[in-house]
């Protein structure tokens, strides 16, 4: 079965590179020219991955990945492109829901290193269909249904979001090191500098901030973990 992407770009010299490089090596694309549209056709569609510019007419790129995934609920991983490099303008982007950003000029090699990358965590997914839930303390992820929960009620994550506590639950009480957390979302391709802090900030936002007791606990120079119940005061 090929891989289905939309790509969600308004320049016509970046979609006909993307659609030279990338059909040849057997996806299958779909495109919008705006941001309205391509919210129309990520809800509509079935895509394996979205490629979403962050400069778009009618919608911009932000506000049509925060739309999908607050209002919509859409898990549909998507990699960002933006022509701007900072810090801040990384961030906007990562909280929106996206899973991964390039800056451009972006190689389209490296492009197609993220979109695996991406297409591996699905398929993490689907290979532990299986196994049903993972539990810890007062935390679950229900990995068929791609659905997280603390004290029964449901956490609205992202799909990076969503592997992060997965890994966290599988590995927990014990300690997920830094590094191997970024090889397993980002494999040889990992973005670097703030990506994955900002990442454990959002996933803090959903399943500690309304809590009375914080679960997610960073070990300094090493990694993450969940905090057990016997740490509690």
Request: aromatic share 6%; charged share 25%; proline share 5%.
């Given at each position: 079965?090929?891989t289905t ?32 549209a391509?919210l129309?056709m ?37 990699i ?9 303008d ?15 000029p ?34 679950e992820?229900d ?30 009480p ?6 191997e ?11 670097g ?9 959002e ?8 809590f ?19 740490d509690?005061?």
């Open positions: 079965m090929s992407l939309l790509i969600i770009e308004d320049n016509e010299d970046i979609l006909a590179n993307l659609y030279a490089y990338l059909e040849p090596l057997g996806y299958e694309l779909d495109c919008a020219r705006n941001g309205r391509g129309e990520a809800l509509e569609g079935s895509f394996d991955v979205i490629v979403l510019d962050v400069m778009l007419p009618g919608m911009d790129g932000v506000t049509l990945c925060r739309t999908l995934r607050e209002k919509h609920g859409s898990a549909t991983p998507v960002m492109l933006t022509a701007r490099d900072t810090v801040a990384r961030v906007r982007g990562l909280e929106s829901g996206a899973d991964d950003y390039l800056v451009k972006f190689s389209l090699r490296e492009l197609e290193a993220r979109i695996r990358a991406l297409l591996r965590r699905g398929h993490y997914v689907e290979t532990n269909a299986s196994g049903g839930a993972l539990r810890f303390a007062d935390i992820a990995i068929p249904a791609h659905r997280a929960s603390r004290q029964g009620r449901e956490l609205r994550l992202s799909p990076t979001g969503f592997r992060i506590l997965c890994e966290l639950l599988k590995a927990a014990g300690i997920v090191p830094r590094e957390l970024e090889h397993t979302l980002w494999g040889d391709a990992a973005p500098g703030s990506a994955l802090r900002t990442h454990i900030h996933l803090r936002q959903a399943v500690d901030k309304p009375d007791v914080p679960r997610i606990e960073t070990v300094s120079h090493v990694g993450y973990r969940l905090r057990p119940e016997t509690e005061a």
